[in-house]
């Protein structure tokens, strides 16, 4: 099954630049997953379990690094990627 997810982080630190970079960084970082991003969200597609262990993962790591963040979710079934043509 295939998920999209429109994902955006707020750190509760006035330097908030370096903590959204990491994060998106960090999440490009894995195989499998298309991520795109722009000036208000990262979007992120690929299969469910994929995806939310990855997610999983790195809000876990955001939280343990930098403290206290908002992350704001949407979840949709399926991959709603624009296509590469």
């Known amino acids: 099954m ?3 997810v429109e994902i955006s982080k707020y750190p509760l ?6 903590f959204i970079k990491g994060f998106i960084d960090r999440v ?3 195989e ?4 795109i991003t ?5 979007q ?10 990855v997610l999983n993962t790195e809000i ?4 343990e690094e930098f403290g206290k963040a908002i992350f704001v979710c949407k979840f949709l ?5 624009p296509s590469d043509d």
């Open 77 to 81: 079934h399926g991959d709603l990627s």
């Open 44 to 53: 992120i597609f690929g299969d469910y379990d994929l995806v939310m262990s």
């Open 13 to 18: 630190h006035q330097d908030y630049i370096p």
């Open 38 to 42: 722009n000036t208000l969200s990262t």
């Open 28 to 30: 490009n970082s894995y």
């Open 2 to 4: 295939k998920l999209s």
């Open 60 to 63: 876990k790591r955001s939280y």
């Open 32 to 35: 499998g997953l298309k991520v």
